[in-house]
């Protein structure tokens, strides 16, 4: 048996290091999936825009709108009831759903069905990160909370990569509809296995002190968080970053194909290499960091503020060094990694702002803010801009739409900046 103790209800009050370790590695599986199964459209975009026919405005749409819309808006009473129920079944039931409408993207033969079953999938994946956040708070103590949080977060780049390459090998060996359909697929074979291996926590295992309490009445959540200053101002940083992030990660095969000039398996694994090795160093980067200077609360938000003004410069670099793809390669592989490594700190903050009861429903607040603003807006906003600057830059007007948005990480390292004082009054004292 992988636990020591359960409580009256069966949920786990001691767990061993090695059960601690396989829990955190199935839900990084999950993750993986869940961003393997977002970003494999992109890579699909020029197959997918030849057969349907589609402007990149609205391309753009399906990789921000269609999937954000209820993804954000669902994550808050879906975390209500992971809350109240069992986080361990609100994943699985979420991972189930949103691999079956992934396959059934495989399906579709026009822009409004490609549309609806892009909702499908967003609606599947509103029931996954914020539990998954709150699991981990109660496996973890507060002193490694933050790299568990991070090494969780490597389904990031580990998804954003795989869905590059897998996509892009299916794609150009198959066609795009098979791809779809084999990591759909794939991910409703996991559902279940991840569902016999990880058992629920009790709430607030790992916290110094348990919580008194398990049901909190809703508004009482959201009472708190609104008092706290430096939660929207981390939420609406995150948001910023996550436009320009979103968007990079999505459009920026295009603009290996249209500028660089690569084909499409090329430019997968260009950019699946780019995404693993830089994002997966960034993610690990901030968790380690904010788990050794955590003492001083206001490095939460120091490190991403830093991480992301380093970024603007090498990101441009980066995409207008289109004559030297190894140089290319090179000064896109820092911010890579810098424009992700606020996951394990600013996530753990969030944790932190309320009692080890409310963390589900704290997470998917944030992430309401960041994935409406960021996920929601940032492919489309990068999609409408290349439109309409076509008729004068032709196919490399993607490349400049993708430099302007950079400005929005300037913005969010602004926004970060100011929750710095705040946060460390905001900080919930057990």
Request: aromatic share 10%.
């Amino acid at each position: 048996m992988a636990s020591s103790a359960v409580d009256a209800r069966g949920r786990l009050t001691e767990v061993t290091p090695g059960y601690r370790a396989l829990v955190l590695a199935m839900l990084l599986v999950v993750y993986t999936f869940n961003f393997l199964d977002r970003q494999i459209l992109g890579i699909l975009v020029q197959p997918i825009k030849a057969e349907l026919g589609l402007t990149d405005t609205q391309l753009g749409a399906l990789g921000g709108i269609a999937f954000a819309m209820l993804y954000s808006t669902l994550a808050i009473p879906l975390a209500l009831i992971a809350d109240r129920t069992s986080r361990s079944w609100v994943i699985t039931i979420s991972l189930g759903i949103w691999s079956a409408f992934t396959a059934l993207c495989g399906m579709a033969t026009s822009f409004w069905q490609l549309f609806a079953f892009r909702i499908g999938v967003g609606v599947g994946e509103a029931g996954g990160v914020a539990p998954s956040y709150a699991m981990i708070s109660d496996y973890f103590p507060p002193n490694r909370r933050a790299k568990a949080l991070a090494i969780y977060s490597l389904g990031i780049p580990i998804g954003l990569a795989g869905g590059s390459i897998l996509g892009g090998y299916i794609a150009a060996t198959v066609d795009w509809r098979t791809a779809f359909l084999v990591v759909g697929v794939a991910g409703v074979v996991i559902a279940p296995i991840f569902r016999l291996i990880v058992r629920e926590p009790a709430r607030g295992m790992s916290d110094p002190v348990p919580p008194a309490t398990e049901r909190v009445p809703v508004g009482r959540v959201f009472a708190i968080l609104a008092k706290k200053p430096s939660f929207w101002l981390m939420g609406f940083a995150a948001g910023f970053s996550s436009m320009c992030g979103y968007g990079l990660a999505y459009w920026m095969p295009s603009v290996l194909i249209r500028s660089f000039g690569f084909e499409l398996f090329d430019a997968a694994l260009y950019m699946g290499s780019v995404l693993l090795v830089g994002g997966s160093a960034g993610v690990l980067l901030g968790g380690v960091l904010a788990d050794k200077l955590g003492a001083d609360k206001g490095v939460y938000a120091k490190l991403p503020m830093i991480a992301w003004l380093i970024t603007v410069p090498l990101f441009a670099g980066g995409l207008l060094a289109s004559g030297s793809p190894r140089l290319a390669w090179a000064l896109l592989l820092i911010p890579n990694g810098f424009n992700i490594l606020w996951l394990g700190p600013v996530t753990t903050a969030v944790q932190g702002l309320v009692p080890p009861p409310m963390r589900a429903t704290a997470s998917a607040s944030f992430l309401l803010i960041n994935n409406l603003v960021g996920l929601g807006l940032g492919s489309w906003i990068m999609g409408a801009m290349a439109d309409s600057m076509k008729a004068s830059l032709g196919d490399d007007a993607l490349r400049w739409a993708a430099i302007a948005a950079l400005g929005f990480y300037l913005v969010a390292a602004g926004l970060m900046a100011l929750a710095i004082k705040h946060l460390r009054r905001d900080w919930h004292a057990a």
